[in-house]
């Protein structure tokens, strides 16, 4: 069974500084690989995924994350933080050929002025 | 761009009652979902649907619990009987092909049980 942990509830940069935002998973067969971001009182917005192919994967706005298969991680970067990045964060595991996404706890990220 | 949407945007139920939440999801997506998130907690996966049954579901989908594709446009969750625990913001999602596509969200339905 897949699953996904995200660690640091709470992550607090300041503007312009970089973001890293920690994302491991467990699958028994190749995973595909998802971040999504929640802004207050919306849904999830798909910001990025890896499903094959290249390991390194752009996103939305600004944002990337690299498959590491040795590591089993899936951490979401972006090299310059904006005010308007503060939202919640959430990584993401389905495997091919099942029928649900498991999703991690999600991380707060605070960008200070 | 195509939007997954939900109504109503908040539901104040009684204990016991039925509710009914309503997805219309993006016109040409096949695979549909229902997720709830508990205030200050995780995203929690309820039931997936495809081909007009359902496709997987977690444990929390009991038997208090229904999903129904009514027409072509429509994807509706029905809890039978509400409980003060099933208070949670309920997000509809769908998906045009399946596990690597990634899913659109609607914005969810806060359901509080009084």
């Known amino acids: 069974a897949q699953s996904v942990t995200q660690l640091g509830s709470h992550v607090s940069v300041s503007e312009g500084a970089l973001v890293l935002l920690r994302c491991n998973y467990s699958?028994?067969?190749?995973?595909?690989l998802f971040w999504y971001v929640q802004y207050p009182n919306q849904g999830l917005q798909l910001l990025l995924k890896?499903?094959?192919?290249?390991?390194l994967v752009k996103g939305i706005n600004g944002f990337e994350a690299e498959f590491k298969k040795s590591e089993t991680s899936f951490h979401l970067t972006k090299p310059s933080a904006h005010m308007s990045d503060a939202a919640e964060y959430f990584c993401a595991v389905s495997e091919s050929g099942g029928f649900k996404t498991i999703f991690g706890a999600g991380t707060r990220l605070f960008v200070k002025a | 761009e195509p939007e997954v949407t939900q109504t109503p945007s908040h539901q104040v139920t009684q204990m016991g009652q039925e509710v009914i939440l309503r997805c219309v999801p993006i016109?040409?997506?096949?695979?549909f979902y229902w997720y709830r998130q508990i205030l200050g907690q995780k995203v929690e996966f309820l039931v997936s649907f495809y081909n007009n049954e359902i496709s997987e579901k977690s444990e929390i989908f009991d038997d208090q619990f229904s999903v129904e594709r009514p027409d072509g446009s429509n994807f509706t969750l029905k809890i039978r009987s509400t409980k003060l625990e099933d208070s949670a913001m309920y997000f509809c999602?769908?998906?045009?092909?399946?596990?690597?596509?990634?899913?659109?969200f609607g914005s969810g339905t806060r359901l509080t049980v009084v």
């Open positions: 699958s028994s067969v190749p995973p595909y």
């Open positions: 016109s040409n997506h096949l695979y």
């Open positions: 999602a769908s998906s045009g092909t399946g596990m690597s596509y990634g899913y659109t």
């Open positions: 890896y499903t094959t192919g290249a390991t």
